[in-house]
């Protein structure tokens, strides 16, 4: 017998580099399924199905926009946002508007911005903390009877055109 033969089988180094791959893909596992438990799934709304009934309610008010002709031009500086909101047709503007800015995958992040008319279809609003990247716009009058909505990319620089052009 040699010297090498005597020796217990865990003083070898190649039982261990064998055991090493499964062995960090056991630990690999549960830290995935422990990520999976604490982590929170934002996309994900608990009120999905009534969301989708909601849908033909929420066109009515695009419908809405377009028979009015509206059209409004959307920009921010100094962490305001300022509007300009124009119709087609002799259309009483409301004193108010509300501005949604949605973040695309960050529900946190989103904002509502209460815009306050300065006359002939200007209006101006605070941001409530500045915005950067993609976000999904939407410009509702207080009454819910119309919604122009868009994508913005806010570092751009460039004002967003929002229009609605349905067809019927």
Known sequence: MTMRD???????????????????????GVVT??????????????????????VNQR???????SALGLHADLMRSDGKVRLLLGAAAE???PETLVVKLAHPTRAG??????MKAEGQGFYSGQL?????GRWVISIEDPAGQWRLQGEWVADSGEPLRLETKLEK
């Open 128 to 132: 409530l903390a500045d915005v950067g």
């Open 33 to 54: 399924v422990w990520l999976a438990v604490v982590s929170n799934d934002g996309l994900v709304t608990d009120d999905y199905y009534k969301q989708g009934l909601a």
């Open 6 to 28: 005597k020796s217990a089988w865990y003083k070898h180094p190649w039982p261990w580099i064998l055991m090493a791959g499964p062995g960090l893909v056991i630990v690999a």
């Open 59 to 65: 066109m009515h008010r695009d419908h809405q926009a």
């Open 109 to 114: 992040q989103d904002q509502l911005v209460e």
């Open 91 to 93: 259309v009483s503007l």
